[in-house]
Structure formats: structure tokens, C-alpha cells
């Protein structure tokens, strides 16, 4: 099911992708409601954050938030970004953090990277690099960075318990993550999740706020919160969600077992082809 879900994602955000590098129209993540209505893209992040920036890696923006301005990043630090996309977040944390800092994009989609890549080109960025892979197994060593954004990913990974707990392991003691997603309120089945948009759109595989909040805490991380910033369906929100590792912690981190999620959080719970 784990390949069948990636695959699916894979070719749509491919064509999200090509919209942008071979017919320079801005990316469109579906035909979900909040994906026409504002709730998605550019307009998330402020007119002098995109004047920063190439035009295409504003146009590929397909995010649910502004992870830039939930994260607090510092010069020096190590950033991981995960589900790069078309790199907007990694480009807008390299000049955070300087050249003494590093910005690092993770995607699984040939296309998005080639489009990353080109976009942090013409940026002239040197401290940034991207990263083919999944972020059910992020390819870095544990320990190696700072803080961890993401933005509207976590909610299309085909394994969450896998990404949480690599989150966790990634991160030095005393790191963070600042994510913006996708949430579901509580009393939102699976199924009711996939009545409100598609699963490639970033709705039905959301988790509620209870399984991002347990999620987290399952894994050892602290300071947990996860609060919405503006709705995109009915019961459903863009989140701001903080978690900090606690010092002193290290490879002894709770071990994460998917039994301590809802079943919700271990599948994709959708009820589309991809499931
Ligand atoms: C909704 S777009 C968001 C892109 C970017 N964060 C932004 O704000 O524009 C989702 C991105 O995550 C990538 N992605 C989805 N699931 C992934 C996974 N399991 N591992 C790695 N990348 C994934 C897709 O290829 C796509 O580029």
C-alpha cells in the first residue's frame, strides 16, 4: 500500500511540477475547494518574502502555510525541509540562516527537484542543496540538524508514525520543528476526512490534532502544540505545529510503535484508488 500511495503522489505533484518548468503557469495542487480558493499557494506568504525569491518558486508554492514564520530560524542553523517541492521554504530559510547555515530540501519527485534546483540556481543560493527521497526515511544521519519545517506534506505521507519518528531522529538535542498541515478536527472519522477533498489534494490523509499531538509525543518530543490557523474545509484547518527535542536525549528516544497512533495515522485512510 506504502508504493502505491508514494506513486500516486509521485505523478501528481510531477505534473505539478512540469506546469510550472515547461509551461511557466503557476503549480496547482487539485481541484479541492481550498486549492482554488486562497487557502493554498502564494498568498500565504507576504509580498516581501515572494519579491525575495525567482518568480517560478513562487509560482510552484503549494503549501498550506509559512513555516518561515513559524520557525524563528538563526544564522548558523541547519534546516530541513520536508517535501521541498519547487523549494520556495528552503530558499526563504537559506537567507534566514546565512552562509555559516544550510538549507536542505527533501523530495521524492524527479520533477520538483529539477524545478528546485533551477529556482536555487537562479537564486544565486550556495547554502542550499536538495535531497531525492521519502520522508518515511529521511537520508541523513541522526542528530544533523537544527530545526525541521515542512509544509502540507505530512498529511500525503503513505507511513506518519515512520515520519514522526524520523523527525525525531534527525534532530539535535534542543532542535525543533516548525511545521504548518493540514488537520482534522477530532471527531472526524478517515472516512469523513476523504468526503472533504482527495488524498493528493492534502485532505483525506490528514490527521487530527489529537494524532499529530500523540504522534509527537510518542516519539520523545516536547512542547507540543498544534494550532489551526484558517480553514480549509468544514472540520478541517491549516495548523501551526511546534514541538521541541529535549536536551539531554539522544539514539534513546522512546521506541515509536504504529499500535500508539490511532489506526487512522498508520494508513492512508482515504477511501481513493491509492488505499
Ligand atoms: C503539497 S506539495 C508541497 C510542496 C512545498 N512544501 C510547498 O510548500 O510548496 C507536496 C510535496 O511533497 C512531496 N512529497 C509528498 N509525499 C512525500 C514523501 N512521502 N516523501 C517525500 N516527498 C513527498 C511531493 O513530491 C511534493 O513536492
Redesign the pocket.
Known amino acids: 500500500m506504502t508504493e502505491a500511495i508514494?506513486e500516486t503522489?509521485?505523478e501528481h505533484?510531477a505534473q505539478?511540477?512540469l506546469e510550472v518548468l515547461e509551461r511557466g503557469e503557476a503549480a496547482t495542487?487539485c481541484d479541492d475547494a481550498c486549492c482554488t480558493d486562497g487557502s493554498v499557494g502564494p498568498e500565504l506568504y507576504t509580498a516581501l518574502e515572494r519579491d525575495e525569491l525567482p518568480s517560478a518558486a513562487v509560482m510552484?508554492?503549494?503549501?498550506c502555510g509559512n513555516p518561515i514564520a513559524v520557525a524563528d530560524l538563526h544564522e548558523g542553523e541547519r534546516v530541513l525541509?520536508?517535501?521541498?517541492?519547487?523549494g520556495?521554504?528552503v530558499l526563504l530559510s537559506a537567507k534566514r540562516v546565512g552562509p555559516t547555515g544550510r538549507a536542505i530540501g527533501?523530495?521524492?519527485?524527479d520533477e520538483?527537484l529539477t524545478l528546485a534546483r533551477r529556482n536555487a540556481a537562479e537564486a544565486g543560493a550556495d547554502n542550499v542543496e536538495f535531497l531525492k527521497?521519502?520522508?518515511?526515511a529521511i537520508p541523513l544521519p541522526a542528530e544533523s540538524v537544527d530545526v525541521v519545517i515542512?509544509?502540507?506534506?505530512v498529511n500525503?505521507?503513505?507511513d506518519k508514525p515512520s515520519v514522526l519518528r524520523e523527525i525525531a531522529r534527525v534532530l539535535r538535542p534542543g532542535g525543533r520543528i516548525g511545521i504548518t498541515d493540514i488537520v482534522a478536527e477530532d471527531h472526524l472519522t478517515p472516512e469523513q476526512r476523504a468526503e472533504r477533498g482527495s488524498y493528493v489534494g492534502?485532505i483525506a490523509g490528514a490527521l487530527s490534532f489529537s494524532e499529530f499531538e500523540e504522534g509527537l509525543k510518542a516519539v520523545g518530543l516536547t512542547g507540543v502544540s498544534v494550532t489551526p490557523t484558517h480553514p480549509v474545509a468544514d472540520g478541517m484547518h491549516s495548523a501551526i505545529i511546534r514541538a521541541t527535542k529535549p536536551e539531554g536525549t539522544g539514539a534513546g528516544l522512546p521506541a515509536f510503535a504504529a499500535a500508539e497512533l490511532p489506526l487512522s495515522a498508520s494508513g492512508c485512510g482515504c477511501g481513493d484508488g491509492c488505499c
Open positions: 508514494h503522489v509521485r505533484y505539478s511540477a495542487c510552484a508554492s503549494l503549501g525541509d520536508l517535501g521541498s517541492g519547487g520556495i521554504d527533501l523530495d521524492m519527485t520538483m527521497g521519502q520522508i518515511e515542512s509544509n502540507c506534506v500525503l505521507a503513505a492534502c
